[in-house]
């Protein structure tokens, strides 16, 4: 049997990241889903949005048919 999995190369938070320190946030996203570590890529808050800044992947976890990113913010494009 398979399992599903998802290729992003992007971050689309929703509005559902959480602070972990300055620059550091955590996002738990439904699903299984996989991000290039340590390649700046595009946050935007939805899909069809600009995009916010610029982050840095540093940890992807898998568990429960859930995955969670921890990303550095290296650019931010607006304070909104």
């Known amino acids: 049997m398979g399992m599903p999995l998802e290729l992003n190369t992007l971050i689309v938070t929703k509005g559902r990241e ?6 550091l946030f955590e996002l738990v ?6 991000y290039p570590i340590e ?3 595009d946050v935007r ?3 069809d949005s600009d995009s ?13 048919n859930t995955t969670t990113i921890t990303y550095q913010l290296v650019s931010l494009n607006s304070t909104n």
């Open 18 to 23: 959480h602070r972990l320190e300055e620059n």
């Open 29 to 34: 996203k439904e699903g299984y889903r996989l």
């Open 39 to 41: 390649i700046p890529i």
């Open 45 to 47: 808050k939805t899909l």
């Open 52 to 64: 916010n800044g610029t982050a840095l992947i540093k940890k992807v976890e898998w568990q429960k």
